[in-house]
């Protein structure tokens, strides 16, 4: 049977891609059918090769330069400073002082300024599609390296056969899915519950690097070794247990500072 760990690195990598190969897809999609999809597919392809550069080159840098309780420590680190980035946008959310990511809106609004913006040709590529479907998919495609790398090689420390590959494997997952489901309906995924799975998998990045980060803690002691948890992996339930009942708490509690600033405002 796969053990916690095993599950939450599949689960975590898979749904987090699956959020930011939606956001790419609306964007690849309003470039597409606005300016052409010869020029957007184009920006795409040379994103996807940017991204295939950076992640031989980053993962080939950490897992051969740094040692292991150290990466545990950076790679913990990492994790928790973008999982807790998440949660924060999430917990706003559910407390609505932050508007819900809306893909139909963002949908429109691409197709809006694509509209406006002047078409310049070369070599029969529309310049202004070609760079905004570059830059839509780099970025949320350096977001997704940056979990497969973290989890894999993190995971990959803790003992967790292939994990590099599973990382790997469910990020592909994930984005085989959505294009498809792109490619067939032509148009953005909105019905994904996007801000839900944004919600768990904040929760799982801030509880991964919660763990690696603790055990990394141990570079800096006498013996330069790794720490353990109590129970191992065992531990990893709880602290996501401790960060759900928190971040339901705080939205409780944000939920009940805007309701008494908007009845003190009150005529």
């Known amino acids: 049977m796969p053990s916690a760990e095993t599950i939450g690195l599949v689960a975590a990598v898979t749904v987090a891609s699956a959020v930011e190969v939606v956001e790419a897809l609306t964007i690849v999609l309003a470039m597409g059918i606005t300016r052409g999809w010869r020029s ?4 795409a392809l040379v994103a996807l090769v940017a991204l295939a550069a950076l992640t031989l080159a980053a993962g080939l840098s950490l897992g051969a330069y740094v040692s292991e309780s150290l990466l545990q420590f950076v790679i913990g680190a990492l994790l928790l400073v973008f999982g807790l980035q998440w949660l924060r946008k999430a917990m706003l959310r559910s407390a609505g002082l932050k508007a819900i990511h809306d893909e139909d809106r963002i949908f429109a609004e691409e197709r809006e300024a694509a509209r406006a913006a002047a078409s310049r040709r070369r070599f029969g590529i529309d310049g202004f599609g070609f760079v905004v479907a570059f830059k ?10 940056f979990i497969v790398i ?3 090689i ?3 420390n803790r003992g967790v056969p292939h994990a590099m590959a599973l990382a790997a ?5 994930a984005a085989l899915v959505v294009v498809a489901a792109g490619a067939v309906l032509r148009r953005p995924l909105a019905m994904v519950p996007e801000n839900a799975m944004k919600y768990a998998v904040a929760l799982l990045l801030s509880s991964f690097g919660l763990f690696w ?7 800096f002691g006498p013996a330069g070794e790794s720490l353990q948890w109590p129970g191992g992996t065992a531990a990893l339930p ?11 708490a705080t939205v409780a509690l944000l939920r009940g ?3 008494g600033r908007r009845e003190g405002i009150a005529p």
């Open 136 to 145: 839509g998919v780099l970025l949320e495609g350096v977001e997704v390296i």
């Open 154 to 156: 993190g995971a990959a």
């Open 169 to 173: 494997a469910g990020a592909a997952v």
């Open 40 to 43: 957007a597919l184009a920006g």
């Open 257 to 259: 500072l805007g309701r």
């Open 150 to 152: 973290t989890f894999g």
């Open 238 to 248: 709880v602290i996501l247990l401790v960060w759900i009942v928190v971040s339901q």
């Open 213 to 219: 980060v603790v055990e990394g803690i141990g570079f």
